[in-house]
């Protein structure tokens, strides 16, 4: 992952999706056209937080509720602070061994980011510190191989499928893949690469509640 401004994963290329390149920069899908379940909500990520800052002032993004963000790319805790004192939910992602399981409750498992080690390692620590958190972020192509490495813990797992909004059908079918112990928090499903932002919608409600 680039530091500057690359997506926390690749898209999925097995489902023969539109690559990215190809694509427009969505602001958001009209609420009209989608079908969602009542109690997801939606995120917004970026190493950039002036990206997202950009985003959520451009009026674009106001289903947004929650705002994640990385401290090893230069994130602040007056970053954090700031989108938490605006009402939004923030949530901390690692990408670097060993992971800062007392501020991070994600940790990104994918090429150039966390080891399947660091992980394990990082998911155990976030547990003992404040149980029922810990998280692991994997495309979809990588979740059998971040299953095996967290095999006999429980954890969340945030999987990215590219590039469309979630149906039912693709939730399920990212739900079979998990191991025993993993529980579907959130899908990011777009890259919105001229703003700079990823974005998810949450599924499982007791997911960062707070």
Not at 163 to 187: F, S
């Amino acid at each position: 992952m680039s530091t500057a401004s690359a997506p926390l994963a690749t898209p999925i290329g097995d489902q023969a999706k539109a690559s990215l390149a190809s694509l427009p920069a969505p602001d958001w899908h009209p609420v009209a056209t989608v079908q969602y379940d009542s109690l997801w909500r939606h995120a917004i990520d970026s190493v950039n937080p002036d990206a997202v800052r950009r985003a959520l002032d451009s009026g674009n993004y106001g289903h947004v509720e929650m705002v994640m963000g990385y401290p090893d790319f230069g994130w602040t805790e007056a970053d954090f602070a700031e989108f938490a004192e605006k009402g939004y939910t923030i949530a901390r992602i690692t990408q670097r061994d060993p992971g800062d399981a007392r501020s991070c409750s994600v940790g990104d498992y994918e090429p150039g980011a966390m080891t399947k080690l660091g992980l394990r390692g990082f998911i155990i620590t976030r547990n003992g510190f404040r149980p029922g958190t810990a998280t692991g972020y994997a495309s979809f192509n990588n979740l059998a191989s971040m299953g095996q490495a967290l095999t006999g813990l429980d954890y969340w797992a945030f999987c990215a499928l590219w590039p469309n909004y979630p149906t039912a059908a693709e939730v399920e079918h990212i739900r079979a893949q998990l191991r025993p112990g993993a529980t579907l928090a959130a899908i990011q499903y777009r890259n919105v690469a001229l703003a700079d932002i990823d974005l998810t919608v949450v599924i499982d409600p007791r997911w960062h509640r707070s």
